[in-house]
């Protein structure tokens, strides 16, 4: 078998929530934490390459892809290039979120509740300028690593997320982890480090997480107009096992098509 499957691991099992305070800006008061990773950057379970899945009360929420760290393939770790920041940032705990002024606009507009009234609040009353939301440091103004689907997602289960929460929220999220083995490199030929980087990311990857998503649609993948909330773990399991196990093509074959 040219890959492995493991999880789902709670995020309990995976990391602990510490205090986290961004300064020059002003943030949300609930925007106070940052996750840190219990295992190591070499452990062997969370090493690229692959795809995964974030699961909440035992429900797909996303589908991503972790090449590896860098260019360099079957390298660094899952959970602490990606998951740490999935965990606090689709939760909207960590105070590095932040959203484009398309995005920004459309959450104002569009949803209601706590997360987000703080948010407002913050900004003031639109019509506003993302200048003068920068030049008044507010945080959720000065970055783009959050859109409107993670904000949705975040504000429907903010019973789970708000402060005070933090030990049921470790105990809610979980992820799951497909990668291919390092073995699979004898299908890269002769490729450069970028060339099989490249490859593997658009030909193995790629490929496989879009059939994922077009066939789930997650809360918080950006490209979800309508999320599917009844996807469970052993169903996305099935169909992960379905896309690793479909034959790998080779860099040679991909060429000389």
């Not at 295992?39 to 972790?66: A, E, H, N, Q, W």
């Not at 484009?100 to 948010?119: F, M, Q, W």
């Not at 900004?123 to 103004?141: C, S, Y």
Request: aromatic share 10%.
């Amino acid at each position: 078998m040219h890959y492995e499957i493991s999880g789902p691991f709670k995020a309990a099992d995976l990391f602990t929530l510490k205090a986290h305070v961004r300064k020059g800006v002003v943030v949300p008061d609930y925007a106070n934490v940052r996750a840190v990773p219990r295992v190591g950057k070499d452990d062997p379970r969370f090493s690229g390459t692959g795809i995964y899945g974030v699961m909440c009360g035992g429900k797909l929420i996303y589908v991503g892809i972790f090449t590896g760290l860098g260019s360099t393939l079957f390298a660094g770790s899952v959970v602490h290039e990606r998951w740490r920041k999935h965990l606090t940032f689709f939760t909207m705990r960590s105070p590095e979120c932040a959203a484009s002024p398309r995005n920004l606009r459309r959450i104002l507009a569009e949803l209601k509740g706590t997360p987000v009234a703080a948010i407002a609040e913050l900004v003031g009353n639109d019509p506003f300028t993302i200048e003068d939301l920068r030049n008044r440091k507010i945080g959720f103004a000065t970055g783009t690593s959050t859109q409107f689907n993670k904000v949705r997602f975040a504000t429907e289960n903010w019973n789970i997320f708000q402060p005070g929460n933090e030990k049921e929220m470790l105990e809610q999220i979980s992820f799951v982890y497909a990668r291919f083995l390092p073995e699979t490199a004898g299908l890269l030929g002769s490729a450069s480090r970028k060339e099989a980087y490249d490859f593997v990311k658009s030909e193995w990857l790629e490929t496989r997480e879009r059939r994922l998503f077009e066939k789930f649609q997650p809360a918080c993948n950006s490209q979800t107009i309508v999320p599917n909330k009844d996807i469970d773990v052993e169903t996305f399991l099935s169909a992960l096992a379905v896309e690793m196990g479909l034959p790998l093509l080779p860099r040679s074959s991909a060429i000389a098509a």
